[in-house]
C-alpha cells in the first residue's frame, strides 16, 4: 500500500493505471515476496514521468535529501517505517550519527537533515549530525529560516569507530552520496552499521547497472501483470570511452542515439503514439541533474557546441565524464500551476511513505527538471477515499493515482536492491 | 512514535506529560527491546483515562471494533503496519479471511468491518467476510448509510481447514470476541494462521490476568523512567464466588472495595490530591461495558438494589458474573464538547496507528463512559509540528500530548502481550 496522495493529474485512469489498480493485492504480494529475498535500500527516492502511455523511474537516489519537502502528515509513515528499518537491523541501537553532505551553507539541503534527524529520533534514537567536512572544525549551530537549528560536530574517527566527541553511535547514516569517492574516514568501519554501504555511492554505482537491473525487474512484473514491460521501462544503451573536451566518441554516441531512437520509433508506430521519440544522454555516475542533456536527433551531437560540450565534460566534484547512458526519453505530462512536473517518490526501507512534485516553469516536457529553478510542491493526502466506486468489489477503496507511482518507486528501489547484491564487494561467492 | 494527534486537552503539559516526552527515545528503545521478547498481539485496542495527575489504561480489547471511527488520514499507517504484521507472520499469504461479531444488523459494527476488509486489501490481500452466525445461511449483501457495502458469507469447515465456498484462506483474523466461548468450528485449526489465538478470547482472559501482567509492566516501565508506577497504574484486587443474584459474596466484595479505597486515600494524601477515591467493580471475563458498576463508598454495596444487582449478574452473551476485579477508578479530565471524554489508541502489530475520543454527554467523570448513548469523535493530526520550541534540542519536534496516550496504549498491550504467554495452551514447557 502507498499513501494516498493526490495528484496534479486529472482526467480518466487511463488503461495501464486501471490495469495497475485492480492488480493490487497480486502487486503487494509480489513485493512480499521479493523483499524475503532481497533487502530494500535503507531508504531511496525515485523521480518518475509519466507520459500517460507510459511511465518510467528515471532516477534512483540511495542518499536522498529533500525529506522536508515532505508534509508534517507523512512525517508518521516516515517514522513507522525507520521504526521498522530499524528493528531489523539493530534492534538495541541508541545513537544514529547523520553524515550529511558537505555543502553546510545550503540551509535547503540542512533543512533536509533537520527532518531526518527528527524522524529517527522519534523512532527512538538519540541522533546527531557528524559533518566529514574539512570547514566543520568545531561544534557549529547553523539557524534556518524555518526556525529550526542544526548543529554540525566535527566526527573522529578512532582505529576501528567513526563518532563525535562524547558521542559513541552504533549506526552511522550516510545522506552524502560520495560523489568525490568514498572518503578515507568512512573506510573499514567493521563495528558499526554504515547505511547505506559505501558501495551505494556514486564512486562505485552505475546507471547502467542501475537500468540493467530495472530491466530485468519490469520484465518480471510485466509478467505478473500480463502486461508489455516497455510500458514501464525504457530503453536505454551504453557509451564508454568519451572524451566530450577534445570530442572523442562522439560518432559512436551519435550512433548509439540513432540506434536507440529507431528502436522508440518502432515501439511507438506500434502503439499509436503520435509523438516525436527523444533520448536522454546522461554521465553514467551523475547526480544532481548535471551531465544531463535531452537530444532530440543524433545529428545535433555533430554540432554540440562549446557549453553544451562543457557541460557534460564534468558533473558534480568535478568529475569528468567518460561513460554516458543513452536513455529513451519520457515525457512528463504532469502540470503544476501550468509548470511542467515530475513526481518524486520517497521510501523508508521497503514502505512508499509519501512524495512531492519537481517543477520547472522554464523546461520542458521533455527535459530534465533537477535544475537551478526548480521548486518543489508537496503531495496532499487525498480525503476522499470512501467516495463509492461504481462496480467496485466493496472493500475496496476509490482509485487513487499515486498508487502506481508509488508501485514504480518501488520497482526502481528493488532494482536497486539487485544492483547492490550484484556490486557488493563483501558478498559471499558460492562456486 | 505514535501519530501526531491533537487531544482536547489544553493547558500546559503537566509533570508526568513532560517526563514522558523527554524521554522518548529511551522509551522507543524500551519497546523495541521488549518486542525482541516478546510477540504484540495481532491489533489492539486501548481505552485510558487521564486523571492529570495520574493516568491508566483501562481496558485492552484484543478483538478491536471501531476502526472506522479513525480518520481517513491514518489509514495509510493503519495500512503500513498491517504489511508489516502480515510480512512477519505468513508473507506468502493471499487470501484473508475474516470472521465478524454476530450482530449483523448493526451496521454501525459493519463499517468497521469493511475498514478491516479495507486495511488488508490494501495491504495486499484478498479479502472476504465469512461469518460463523447461524443466521448467515448464503451470501448476503448489507448496503451502509455511508455508501459502502458489505458482503457476509456463511464460512465452510472441511475436517482441516476454514473457508468459504471457492474461498481458501492462509490466515483468519477474527474480529469476534468470543465471549459466548470459542464455537467447535474454530477449534482445531492447525493449517491456518488464526489471529489472535483463541485463548485472546473471554472464555480464557480475564481482566486479573491483564492488570496483574500491567502491573509488571508498569514496575518494569516506571523503574526505567524513574517515576512511581502508581501514576501509570489503577490499585486493584480480585474477588471470586459471588453470586449478585443470590448476594453471595458481598460481604467479601465490600472488604475487597474498603481496603482499595484506603490504599488509594493513602496515595492521594502522598500526592496531596484533594479528590474523593472510588472503585470500579467489572465482570473479570466482561467486555461491551456491560457488568461495569462505580463505587464511592463500600456501603453502597449493602443497599445494592435489584437493578444493579441484575446489571451486574450478566454480561454480554447472558454469562453470568461470579468473579469481579475490583479496581481504583480513575477520573477522566478530557472533555469533548462538555461531554465528558476517554481517549482509545489503535494498535496494529506493535505500532500505534491512530485513535478517537469516546465521549458521553449523561455520564460523569468517574463512570464508565461505553455505554449507549456513547458517540465517538476522531482525533485529527496535529500540524504544527514545526512549531520552535524554547529550549529544545534541535530536532525535536514541538510536544505533543497524543504521545503519552500511545506510550500507554502500548503498556497495555505489551501486558497483554505477557497474558497471552502465560495462558497459551500450546506454549512449550521447558523444565
Known amino acids: 500500500m502507498v499513501p494516498h496522495l493526490v495528484t496534479a493529474l486529472t482526467g480518466p485512469i487511463n488503461e495501464l493505471e486501471q490495469r495497475i489498480l485492480d492488480s493490487m493485492p497480486a502487486i503487494e504480494r509480489w513485493f512480499r515476496l521479493e523483499w524475503m529475498e532481497h533487502t530494500p535500500p535503507f531508504y ?13 523511474p528515471v532516477d534512483t537516489n540511495l542518499y536522498p535529501g529533500g525529506w522536508n519537502n515532505l508534509t508534517t ?20 541501537a541508541r545513537n544514529l550519527l547523520i553524515i550529511p553532505e558537505n555543502h553546510t551553507r545550503n540551509t535547503f539541503y540542512l533543512a533536509n537533515v533537520v527532518q531526518l534527524q527528527r524522524i529517527f529520533n522519534m523512532a527512538g534514537l538519540n541522533v546527531r549530525v557528524g559533518s566529514i567536512s574539512p570547514e566543520v572544525k568545531k561544534p557549529t549551530t547553523i539557524e534556518l529560516p524555518n526556525g529550526d537549528s542544526v548543529t554540525l560536530e566535527p566526527v573522529v574517527r578512532t582505529k576501528r569507530r567513526l563518532g563525535l566527541k562524547d558521542f559513541d553511535p552504533c549506526t552511522i547514516l550516510l545522506n552524502n552520496d560520495l560523489s568525490a569517492g568514498a572518503p578515507g574516514i568512512l573506510e573499514d568501519i567493521h563495528e558499526q552499521y554504515l547505511l547505506p554501504p559505501l558501495h551505494a555511492g556514486w564512486t562505485v554505482r552505475r546507471k547502467s547497472n542501475h537500468f540493467k537491473a530495472y530491466e530485468e525487474v519490469s520484465k518480471r512484473f510485466g509478467k505478473m501483470l500480463g502486461i508489455d514491460p516497455w510500458l514501464i521501462h525504457p530503453l536505454f544503451t551504453h557509451c564508454e570511452d568519451l572524451d566530450f573536451a ?49 537530444v532530440r536527433d543524433a545529428k545535433e551531437l555533430e554540432d554540440l557546441g562549446r557549453r553544451a560540450r562543457n557541460k557534460m565534460a564534468v558533473v558534480k ?17 504532469e502540470r503544476v500551476h501550468e509548470a511542467v512536473a515530475e513526481p518524486v517518490v520517497y521510501m523508508m526501507d521497503r514502505y512508499v511513505v509519501g512524495g512531492f512534485y519537481r517543477m520547472h516553469a522554464e523546461r520542458g516536457t521533455d527535459e530534465n527538471l533537477n535544475a537551478p ?46 544492483e547492490l547484491e550484484a556490486t557488493n564487494p563483501d558478498a559471499e561467492v558460492y562456486e
Open 246 to 294: 577534445e570530442g572523442v566518441g562522439i560518432d559512436r554516441l551519435q550512433a548509439s542515439v540513432d540506434g536507440l531512437l529507431t528502436k522508440v520509433r518502432r515501439k511507438y508506430k506500434e502503439y499509436g503514439i503520435n509523438e516525436k521519440p527523444f533520448a536522454i544522454v546522461k554521465a553514467n555516475n551523475g547526480t544532481y541533474g548535471m551531465g544531463i542533456m535531452t
Open 373 to 418: 529553478g526548480a521548486s518543489y510542491v508537496p503531495l496532499a493526502f487525498e480525503h476522499s477515499t470512501h467516495l463509492p466506486q461504481p462496480g467496485a468489489r466493496p472493500g475496496v477503496s476509490a482509485p487513487n493515482r499515486f498508487y502506481m507511482y508509488g508501485v514504480l518507486g518501488r520497482l526502481a528501489m528493488l532494482a536497486a536492491s539487485y
Open 73 to 92: 502528515e507523512m512525517l508518521p509513515l516516515a517514522v513507522q517505517a525507520a521504526m521498522a528499518a530499524i528493528e531489523k537491523i539493530c534492534p538495541e
Open 44 to 56: 531511496t527516492s525515485v523521480d518518475i514521468r509519466n507520459a500517460g502511455f507510459k511511465l518510467a
Open 317 to 333: 566534484e568535478g568529475q569528468p565524464v567518460h561513460d554516458v547512458i543513452v536513455q529513451e526519453g519520457v515525457l512528463t505530462m
